[in-house]
């Protein structure tokens, strides 16, 4: 009798070692073991994971497979391994710049790249710090970020990114520098008025502008040919120069903009062309004592001032005149011919307030006199008593005292005595058909 015969599998135990890799690594080759062959069966082993190139760091597990001829033969046993993703090497950043080619006023944008060996960073905070200021932003699923930094100053600013660890990678930084070109500016050079009487004053009013944005600052430099008038500090972008006379025939203006750390120099591109009229020469008159207080009996004395007119020299003489002195008064100049040629001269006039006749002339007669004006009308009285009648003679010798008081008046001596008050003098001087007046207060006290 046939009795059936059973032929049991053989256990095949396929096993998965573990293996480990950094992040942004390819995949090792995986290594298996295989227990429980018989009969010298071989078998092909191998090894796959989920984790691919770009897995953050963790664990991924390793499934072994197993083939082979007889196989089906075996009850077979899978055991997995662990593959062990760590943190990828030291991340480098690489910071770029747009535009390439910045000028002051620009906005520049600075990107940063976080990489770890071939693979991007993603989730790093990034904190870019430009010239002292700083910002942030995060990378992302390329490793990548960007800030913008708005009116980088003109010159070579350093650009310093730096990354903070992840789990993929540990912190990491990179760094640049930022060219950025000064901007282009316009200066503007107006005149106060297209021309003007030769010596006259005129002002220029100064503006610089910028090509795009912003408000130069420092000085612009105003020339006449090749003359330097003055150099003006601008204010908000703006200022102006007062020139007091202009003497060339035309003015030929020009402005010269300085230029700062931020703003290119300029030239005005036309020159301003001012008209100057020749003048014609002429006098002024004035004085630095307007008032002047004295005493009856004492002296005054006014300074007076003549000079040239604005634009041409006065060189003919002046000569100085006053009216308005009260009665009895008198005046003296030193000197009284003056001539400013192209600059200004002075003059003394001194007033006399007071004229005594009696001590200027000495005219005060001795008593002497006196008694012989008072007794003329007596004389001969005796030798006439006799031929007048007695009216008459009454008549004659009141007539006689009259004569004799007005005798006394007359040479004893009189004065003109002004009286308290204010006067005004009016002073000119006189130069050929050219003429012109100022007056001063004369107060006696």
């Given at each position: 009798?046939?009795?059936?015969?059973?032929?049991?599998?053989?256990?095949?135990?396929?096993?998965?070692?573990?293996?480990?890799?950094?992040?942004?690594?390819?995949?090792?080759?995986?290594?298996?073991?295989?227990?429980?062959?018989?009969?010298?069966?071989?078998?092909?082993?191998?090894?796959?994971?989920?984790?691919?190139?770009?897995?953050?760091?963790?664990?991924?597990?390793?499934?072994?497979?197993?083939?082979?001829?007889?196989?089906?033969?075996?009850?077979?046993?899978?055991?997995?391994?662990?593959?062990?993703?760590?943190?990828?090497?030291?991340?480098?950043?690489?910071?770029?710049?747009?535009?390439?080619?910045?000028?002051?006023?620009?906005?520049?944008?600075?990107?940063?790249?976080?990489?770890?060996?071939?693979?991007?960073?993603?989730?790093?905070?990034?904190?870019?710090?430009?010239?002292?200021?700083?910002?942030?932003?995060?990378?992302?699923?390329?490793?990548?970020?960007?800030?913008?930094?708005?009116?980088?100053p003109?010159?070579?600013?350093?650009?310093?990114?730096?990354?903070?660890?992840?789990?993929?990678?540990?912190?990491?930084?990179?760094?640049?520098t930022?060219?950025?070109?000064?901007?282009?500016?316009?200066?503007?050079?107006?005149?106060?008025?297209?021309?003007?009487?030769?010596g006259?004053?005129?002002?220029?009013?100064?503006?610089?502008?910028?090509?795009?944005?912003g408000?130069p600052?420092?000085?612009?430099?105003?020339?006449?040919?090749?003359?330097?008038?003055?150099?003006?500090?601008?204010?908000?972008?703006?200022?102006?120069?007062?020139?007091?006379?202009?003497?060339?025939?035309?003015?030929s203006?020009?402005?010269?903009?300085n230029?700062?750390?931020?703003?290119?120099?300029?030239?005005?591109?036309?020159?301003?062309?001012?008209?100057v009229?020749?003048?014609v020469?002429?006098?002024?008159?004035?004085?630095?004592?307007?008032?002047t207080?004295?005493?009856?009996?004492?002296?005054?004395?006014?300074?007076?001032?003549?000079?040239?007119?604005?634009?041409?020299?006065?060189?003919?003489?002046?000569?100085?005149?006053?009216?308005?002195?009260p009665?009895?008064?008198?005046?003296?100049?030193?000197?009284?011919?003056?001539t400013?040629?192209?600059?200004?001269?002075?003059?003394?006039?001194?007033?006399?307030?007071?004229?005594?006749?009696?001590?200027?002339?000495?005219?005060?007669?001795?008593?002497?006199?006196?008694?012989?004006?008072?007794?003329?009308?007596?004389?001969?009285?005796?030798?006439?008593?006799?031929?007048?009648?007695?009216g008459?003679?009454?008549v004659?010798?009141?007539s006689?005292?009259?004569?004799?008081?007005?005798?006394l008046?007359?040479?004893?001596?009189?004065?003109?005595?002004?009286?308290?008050?204010?006067?005004?003098?009016?002073?000119?001087?006189?130069?050929?058909?050219?003429q012109?007046?100022?007056?001063?207060?004369?107060?006696?006290?």
């Open positions: 009798m046939d009795v059936p015969l059973t032929v049991l599998k053989e256990p095949l135990t396929v096993t998965a070692e573990d293996a480990t890799r950094a992040y942004g690594e390819a995949n090792p080759t995986f290594t298996e073991t295989i227990t429980g062959a018989v009969n010298g069966d071989t078998f092909a082993v191998s090894g796959t994971t989920t984790a691919t190139v770009t897995s953050s760091a963790g664990k991924y597990p390793i499934a072994p497979a197993v083939t082979g001829i007889n196989l089906a033969n075996y009850t077979v046993t899978y055991s997995n391994g662990t593959l062990t993703v760590t943190a990828g090497t030291a991340a480098v950043v690489t910071v770029t710049s747009s535009p390439t080619n910045p000028v002051y006023g620009d906005a520049v944008t600075i990107s940063s790249t976080v990489m770890s060996g071939s693979q991007p960073v993603s989730g790093s905070l990034m904190t870019v710090t430009v010239v002292g200021l700083s910002y942030t932003c995060t990378t992302n699923a390329g490793g990548r970020c960007s800030i913008v930094a708005p009116g980088l003109a010159g070579n600013d350093a650009v310093q990114a730096v990354s903070s660890s992840t789990s993929n990678a540990p912190a990491g930084k990179g760094s640049t930022v060219m950025v070109a000064k901007q282009a500016t316009r200066v503007q050079l107006t005149p106060s008025a297209a021309s003007v009487q030769s006259s004053p005129i002002t220029l009013a100064i503006k610089v502008t910028s090509a795009m944005n408000i600052t420092g000085d612009v430099t105003l020339f006449n040919e090749k003359e330097v008038l003055g150099v003006v500090t601008l204010s908000n972008g703006e200022g102006s120069l007062a020139i007091p006379a202009l003497t060339a025939t035309t003015s203006l020009s402005a010269v903009y230029g700062d750390t931020n703003y290119l120099s300029s030239t005005t591109a036309n020159t301003a062309g001012v008209e009229i020749p003048g020469a002429d006098f002024t008159i004035g004085s630095t004592t307007a008032t207080s004295t005493s009856i009996g004492a002296a005054a004395v006014f300074t007076i001032t003549i000079g040239a007119a604005p634009g041409l020299p006065f060189n003919n003489p002046v000569v100085l005149t006053v009216t308005g002195l009665a009895g008064m008198s005046s003296t100049f030193n000197p009284q011919m003056v400013p040629a192209d600059g200004t001269v002075t003059s003394a006039m001194s007033v006399i307030p007071y004229l005594d006749l009696r001590s200027r002339n000495e005219r005060q007669l001795p008593y002497g006199a006196i008694a012989t004006c008072l007794l003329l009308p007596l004389l001969g009285i005796r030798r006439v008593r006799r031929s007048i009648p007695k008459l003679l009454y004659l010798l009141l006689g005292a009259l004569g004799a008081t007005t005798m008046t007359g040479c004893g001596g009189g004065a003109l005595r002004p009286t308290q008050g204010s006067y005004t003098l009016t002073v000119t001087g006189t130069s050929g058909s050219v012109h007046s100022t007056t001063v207060t004369l107060k006696l006290q």
